[in-house]
T-cell receptor, first 117, second 109 residues
């Protein structure tokens, strides 16, 4: 099992360019997440998908869009990159206990280090 | 929405000492509280978690306690070793996971 995979590992963009970050998981999890990590800010949720066919905004969704392509894949798109989007981006997946409205362990991908100049 | 505060932001201990990291959360509906360890340049990895129906959980040198009334939970690491040096994140879950801002733990030999 590869777990959660992300591409690319590194990316440099110019202001105004667009790009899509790809994420895939092979653990048959229903829920998938995109976080960004900035120094001193912890991990902040951008968007999440509780199940295939649904997506919801997290804490910092502005400037991003997502697509849950199928159960395995969840992509994050930056339509017009800005320097404030320079960050490390992590994708994660988990199973959710729908009976108790609780979660199980979230598994993280290796991250994408994005620099916007 | 949920807010999670984590203290201290940095913690330096000598090898063999104990380390305690504390978190408070705001949403009383939160029911799942994981702790993640992140080494430099790596992804966060779960080290221990606790659910709201449990007050304490232990796994070898690591323990977590939860006080639902006060809405705080703590990570305890005993007999610290240099390989425990990392950033530790607490989190609270209700519909989605909200993370604290992290504690950088440095264990000196």
């Amino acid at each position: 099992n590869a777990g959660v995979t992300q591409t690319p590992k590194f990316q440099v963009l110019k202001t105004g360019q667009s790009m899509t970050l790809q994420c895939a998981q092979d653990m048959n999890h229903n829920s998938m997440y995109w976080y960004r990590q900035d120094p001193g800010m912890g991990l902040r949720l951008i968007y999440y998908s509780a199940s295939e066919g649904t997506t919801d905004k997290g804490e910092v969704p502005n400037g991003y869009n997502v697509s849950r392509l199928n159960k395995r894949e969840f992509s994050l798109r930056l339509e017009s990159a800005a320097p404030s989007q320079t960050s490390v981006y992590f994708c994660a997946s988990s199973e959710v206990d729908s009976w108790f409205y609780s979660s199980y362990e979230q598994y993280f991908g290796p991250g994408t280090r994005l620099t916007v100049t | 929405g949920e807010n999670v505060e984590q203290h201290p932001s940095t913690l330096s201990v000598q090898e063999g000492d104990s380390a305690v990291i504390k978190c408070t959360y705001s949403d009383s509906a939160s029911n799942y509280f994981p702790w993640y360890k992140q080494e430099l340049g790596k992804r966060p990895q779960l080290i221990i978690d606790i659910r709201s129906n449990v007050g304490e959980k232990k796994d070898q040198r690591i323990a977590v306690t939860l006080n639902k009334t006060a809405k705080h939970f703590s990570l305890h690491i005993t007999e610290t070793q240099p390989e425990d040096s990392a950033v530790y994140f607490c989190a609270a879950y209700f519909q989605k996971l909200v993370f604290g801002t992290g504690t950088r733990l440095l264990v000196s030999p």
